[in-house]
Each structure stands twice: as structure tokens, then as C-alpha cells.
């Protein structure tokens, strides 16, 4: 079936005018469903033109990182590559030498010892240089790889966040591009191969009995492998559209831990069960097995029966030969021609495979982002200090003035901005808490007032200055933000807390400080390893077939190295609270957002935790999100009300009751919970 799809339709009005008509193939493989563009994407010399320069420039690094290492693996790749085609000379060398022996039914003077010690210490050579490569390898993939990872993590670092979010941004990974490098030297390792035993193949054939034997043993290779290349050469997309596989993957994940207590409480074991094998009823004969492994086992029978009666062509040419003349063949020719041929056979068949695997090596390398990161969020030259001199003293916390400004995020799907036309002042030190309905765009102001994000349009101006003329590392170092989106660091809690003020993270005293005001500090007293518990550490255990079920000892030792401290999403945002505390031991902060952190704390450690940062105002401008919020309105300065991205209300406790508006609404509603 083929269908028409125009390109892009959300393009530019600039690319619609011309805009350019793409088609493709639809084909079904079991649950799978193939779309195979009809047009090729770039042709091959032009992506490997492409890719070049940015392999070269790779591969010169990894070079100039560590030269002795790059040249050792580079010859483990040229090893590869010739060391059969020794092999295969030296045996036919050998086989030579004992057919003579055989004919002549005499040894002396025959080179049989000479062609049996050469390939004697080539194999043990072979056998030095294989165990030395398997020794080798290791080290240095991994010294190569973390190479690649420290590149790549440098790169994704430096992003920043509209800029990791948009489109087409995201870096390749390090494991990709290894794979990718990998796939491209394998690829040369082959051509090489190849090259070296059709060369040897050819020679050995001369002497033998033409070249016409040589030349017949590639045609079948070269045709099955030339006939499953045209596939690959295409853009395609590949989804699963079979709803009974879709719903007996979304019914295996009840087995595993995450809904337990549901299939318990609820009983749904049984349902689970049935429903399962009413979808695996449904699903019938539909194959499920791998798409390219359904899609290599469905070739054209008779191009089938034709390839492989094509492979008979040497030994048919051979045998013809003999009966027109005896003498053509010898015995050991035969031998050492089908010995090559069958192997070259072989590395044809496994070139043409990693072609396959080159075009896919090409183009992840292609998406190698090589230039410098080029962030959204530009940076300012003015250096911005909480206070004229550095000093704190004196100093009275950021101010901010907004003025119509409009944002969505980018790539977003809703077609309304996060931010429509936000005007407001707030002043320097004062306590804001913004309140609203779920999306009303509480976060996203958060977000803008720390320059996370900037606007899409409108400006935002800090102490009185656009905040784009700022250094935005002098912005963040003078703010501090406690969401519910930090995350609990995988490593130590004093580490976790400590980086909060990153230059005294091995202060043990101020990250205790720092714990207790958060009201991490209980639960870090509990803890048999306290400060240096690692929460959410990277763990890798393997074990196998052990004897006695879970009764061995390494089974329970692989129990051991398994366990991870639990602690409850409360525990949680006191550690992540307390990273905040030690942010304000800085002396930089001048403004502090706080969204909504208090979610998953009980109503005490909320109390505890809004005192503690009221109790750290001074010097301070405060914004706080919250659904809760009582305690707040008494103490803010300026209640913020949003609805749908915009600002909707903006005064003071009484001012906003005496409008009975949406703010009075949201109030009343949680006054009326504790009548
Ligand atoms: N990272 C994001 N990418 C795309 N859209 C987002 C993102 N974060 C928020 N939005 C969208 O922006 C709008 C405003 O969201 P925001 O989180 O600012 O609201 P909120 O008032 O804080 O909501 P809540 O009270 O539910 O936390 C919503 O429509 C939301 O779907």
C-alpha cells in the first residue's frame, strides 16, 4: 500500500510554500508495523563525507588523550583483519608441501618441515597476540569509553534547561557513540579482510587453476548480500500496533512489585490472569518474535533455491574442469581453494552485514552535537553581588519587576502559554506566596524569577536592571530553590546536603547545622551509617545458580549488597531541605523560591520547616508556592493569585478577602475543611 503524506505541517509558513511531498511503504511483520520511506534519506558518500571530519576529529582526541592506548587498539583492529589470511597462506603452504610429498612418495629435500614450523610458530605467535588482545581489550574499552562519557557528560552539563528540552539539542550518549565508533572500525576491519583474502584467494587460484574458480566463489555471497541491503538504505519507523500484545505487556506489569498492594487489596489476581490469556487467545498465530528477525526469515523463496544453487557454481566449474582435463585440479588445490573460498565466503557475508551496522555508525557519530553548546538562556556580562561591596550587610533581598510576560515551554504540547502577559512588582525582602488552581502557572513564574527559563516575550527586570545584562551564575548563586522537583543526590547525605553551598561541602559541623534546620536531622541519627548513607546508590549485583535456594550464603550476601536505606518521601524533602539551609550558610542569597516542598512532609514538619525559613528572612526576598496555605497569608507581604497563566489578584490577606474573589474562593474552601 502506499500512501501520501505531506511533510511537516507545522513547519514555518516560509517551508510550507514550497513544502515537499515524502511517501512511504506500509507492511506488517507479525505485531509489527513497518513504514519505509520511499525516497532515500543521504546517500552513503555523502553521509560518510559528512562524518568524516567529526570521526577524524574523535578519534584524534581519544589519540591525543591517550596515544600509547589508541595505536595498541588500532592494532588489535589491523590483527583482526589480516591474521586469517596468514593462516590460510601458511596452511596451504603446508598442504603443498605433503601432496608433493604423497606424488613423489619422497621426503628428503621437501620444504613439509619448513611449511610446518612456520605455521606452527604463527599459531603460537597468533595464540600470544589473541591472549594479549583478550587481556588488553578490556582496559581498553573502558579507559575509551569513559573517555567518550566524560566528553559527552562535559557537553550535557553545560545545558541548560529550555535548552535540553528543546528539540534536537540532546547529545548523543557516550554508549551510543562507542558502539557507533565500534560498528565503523569493524566495518574497516571487514573491507580489509576482505580485500586481503580475495587478494589471497586470486593468487592461490593462479598457480591452481584459474581465477575463474575465485571469481565464481563471490557471486553468491556478493548476491544475497547485495539483495538484503536495499532495506536498510531507507528511513523507516517501526511501532507495535497489535492491541492484544499491547494489553499483555500492560497486564505483565502487575506482576512485578509496583501495584502489589492493589492486586491485594483490590484482588485482581484472578482478573489479571484471565484477562492475560483472553489477549494471548486473541493474539493467536501472530508472530511476536523480534522485527528484524521476522523480517530476515521472510525472503523470496525462489531467490532462495537461486542463491544457494549459485553457491555450488566453483565446485561445479571445478568438477567440469576435471572431466575435460584430469590434471587441472590437483587434490590439494581443491582443498585450498575451497578452504579460502568458504572463508571468504564468510567475511563477505559479515562485510555486507556491517554495512548495515556502518550507516548506523555513521549516523549517530553525524549526530555527534560537535559545537559548543549554544544555550537559550544567554548569559549577561554585568556582574550581579547580593550587595553593592559583596558584603551582607545592608543587604535587602532581590527585587523584581515583571512586565507582560508571556512564556510556553518549549515543545510543549498545550496550545495555551504556561505565562500570558504577567505584570508585577515585588519588593526587596518581602514574603510573596502565590497561590492558584493546578497549571495556573505558579511554577513557571518560580522558574522565570530564578532565570531558569527566560520569556518568550515581556521583561523581567532584577533591582531595577533587565535580567538578562546579569551573569547567570551570580543570579543562581544568589538564590536558592526548594521544589518538590529536587531530587535526593545518588550519592552520601552529607554530600547531598553539602552541596547546597558546594565550597564548604566538607564543613561537618555547618552540614549538621544545616540538617537539624531542615529537620533532617533525626532521621540521619538513625541510620547506621548516618551522614555517610548513600540513599539512592548505583548497585549492580549478579548471581547464579546457586545451590539451596535463598539458604547459600552469597544468595543472602547478594540480599546484603542489595538493600538501599528506605526513606519516605517526607524523609526525603528534609534531606533536600536542609541542602537548602546550607544553601543560605553561603552568604549570597538574596532570594529564596519555595515550591511547594511541604507536599509530602506532615503537618508539623511543614509548620517547622516554613518558621525555619521565616526565621532566615532577613537580608531575603521570599516566594512561596502553596496549596496550604494558612500559616503563610498572616506573615506574606504580597499574596499572588494565578489562574491559566495569568495573575489574577494580587494584595494582601485582607485586601484579597474584601474582593471575594478567586483567592477568598480558594481560602473559604480550606477554612470551611477545619469548621
Ligand atoms: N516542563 C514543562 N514542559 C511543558 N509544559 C509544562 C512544564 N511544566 C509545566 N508545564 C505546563 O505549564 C502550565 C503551568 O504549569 P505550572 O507547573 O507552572 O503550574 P502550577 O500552578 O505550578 O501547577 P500545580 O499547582 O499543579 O503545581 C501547565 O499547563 C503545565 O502543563
Known amino acids: 500500500m502506499l500512501v501520501q503524506i505531506p511533510s511537516d505541517s507545522r513547519k514555518t509558513s516560509k517551508l510550507d510554500s514550497n513544502e515537499k511531498v515524502y511517501t512511504y511503504e506500509e507492511r506488517q511483520f507479525g505485531i509489527w508495523k513497518l513504514f519505509m520511506a520511499k525516497e532515500a534519506s543521504i546517500s552513503f558518500i555523502q553521509e560518510a563525507g559528512e562524518t568524516l571530519p567529526l570521526l577524524t576529529k574523535l578519534l584524534a582526541g581519544i589519540h591525543s588523550a591517550m596515544p600509547d592506548l589508541f595505536l595498541m587498539f588500532m592494532f588489535c583492529q589491523l590483527w583482526d583483519s589480516i591474521h586469517h589470511v596468514v593462516e590460510i597462506y601458511l596452511s596451504s603452504l603446508l598442504l603443498r608441501q605433503i601432496e608433493a610429498v604423497i606424488v613423489s612418495r619422497d621426503a628428503r629435500g621437501s620444504g613439509i618441515i619448513f611449511a610446518l614450523v612456520a605455521r606452527c610458530l604463527f599459531v603460537a605467535v597468533s595464540s600470544c597476540v589473541q591472549w594479549w588482545i583478550a587481556n588488553i581489550t578490556p582496559i581498553q574499552e573502558s579507559k575509551i569509553r569513559t573517555y567518550l562519557h566524560l566528553e559527552m557528560m562535559q557537553k550535557n552539563l553545560e545545558m541548560d534547561m529550555p535548552t535540553s528540552q528543546a528539540a534536537g539539542q540532546q547529545n548523543v550518549s557516550a554508549s551510543e557513540l562507542w558502539r557507533a565508533i565500534k560498528h565503523i572500525l569493524m566495518f574497516f576491519v571487514d573491507v580489509i579482510s576482505v580485500i586481503s583474502q580475495t587478494m589471497l584467494l586470486f593468487s592461490l587460484s593462479k598457480d591452481a587453476g584459474g581465477v575463474v574458480f575465485a571469481g565464481l566463489s563471490l557471486v553468491r555471497p556478493l548476491l544475497s548480500a547485495i539483495s538484503r541491503q536495499g532495506f536498510f538504505r531507507k528511513g523507516f519507523l517501526i511501532h507495535m500496533n497489535n492491541e492484544d500484545f499491547g494489553r499483555m505487556k500492560s497486564l505483565e506489569k502487575f506482576s512485578n512489585g509496583t501495584f502489589r498492594q492493589d492486586v491485594i487489596s483490590y484482588g485482581l489476581a484472578e482478573w489479571i490472569l484471565k484477562q492475560y490469556i483472553k489477549a494471548f487467545n486473541s493474539l493467536g498465530n501472530t508472530p511476536i518474535a523480534d522485527a528484524w528477525e521476522q523480517m530476515g526469515s521472510k525472503t523470496n523463496p525462489v531467490r532462495q533455491v537461486l542463491e544457494d544453487t549459485l553457491g555450488e557454481l566453483p565446485m561445479i566449474y571445478c568438477s567440469l574442469n576435471l572431466i575435460l582435463d584430469p590434471t587441472s585440479f590437483s587434490l590439494a588445490s581443491i582443498a585450498i581453494l575451497h578452504q ?56 535587602t533581598g532581590m527585587e523584581f519587576d515583571l512586565r507582560d510576560v508571556c512564556f510556553s515551554y518549549p515543545g510543549a504540547e498545550k496550545v495555551t502559554p504556561a505565562l500570558s502577559n504577567v505584570s508585577l512588582h515585588i519588593k526587596p525582602g518581602s514574603v510573596v506566596v502565590i497561590v492558584g488552581e493546578n497549571g495556573g502557572g505558579k511554577s513557571t513564574l518560580i522558574r ?105 550464603p552469597l544468595a543472602k550476601m547478594a540480599v546484603e549488597l542489595r538493600k538501599t536505606p528506605d526513606l519516605s518521601g517526607g524523609e526525603k524533602q528534609r534531606i533536600v531541605a536542609a541542602r537548602t539551609f546550607m544553601r543560605f550558610k553561603s552568604g549570597n542569597v538574596n532570594f529564596v523560591a519555595v515550591d511547594e516542598p511541604s507536599a509530602a512532609l506532615d503537618a508539623e514538619g511543614e509548620y517547622q520547616l516554613f518558621q525555619s525559613l521565616l526565621s532566615n528572612r532577613e537580608g531575603k526576598t521570599m516566594v512561596f508556592v502553596t496549596h496550604r496555605f494558612g500559616h503563610l497569608t498572616k506573615v506574606a507581604d504580597q499574596i499572588i493569585c494565578m489562574k491559566e497563566g495569568a495573575v489574577v489578584e494580587s494584595g494582601n490577606h485582607p485586601e484579597l478577602m474584601g474582593m471575594d474573589g478567586e483567592y477568598a474562593k480558594l481560602y473559604n474552601i480550606q477554612a470551611k475543611a477545619f469548621q
Open 448 to 552: 522565570i524569577l530564578s532565570r531558569i527559563y527566560d520569556p518568550n516575550s515581556g521583561d523581567v527586570l532584577i533591582d531595577g536592571r533587565p535580567s538578562k545584562e546579569y551573569q547567570i551564575s551570580d543570579l543562581h548563586r544568589s538564590s536558592a530553590i526548594l521544589s518538590q522537583d529536587n531530587l535526593i543526590y545518588p550519592l552520601s547525605l552529607s554530600e547531598n546536603i553539602g552541596l547546597g553551598y558546594p565550597d564548604a561541602h566538607l564543613d561537618a559541623a555547618m552540614i549538621e547545622k544545616s540538617a537539624q534546620e531542615g529537620g533532617a536531622a533525626d532521621l540521619i541519627g538513625k541510620l547506621a551509617k548516618g551522614f555517610d548513607t548513600y540513599v539512592e546508590p548505583y548497585i549492580n549485583v549478579y548471581h547464579h545458580n546457586l545451590p539451596g535456594g535463598g539458604q547459600h
Open 340 to 395: 579460502s573460498a568458504s572463508r571468504l565466503k564468510g567475511s563477505v557475508t559479515k562485510l555486507f552485514y556491517t554495512v548495515t551496522r556502518l550507516r548506523t555508525g555513521l549516523s549517530t557519530v553525524r549526530r555527534i552535537n560537535d559545537s559548543k553548546i549554544d544555550n537559550l538562556v544567554k548569559d549577561g556580562n554585568a556582574a550581579y553581588s547580593p550587595s553593592p561591596k559583596g558584603s551582607m550587610l545592608g543587604k
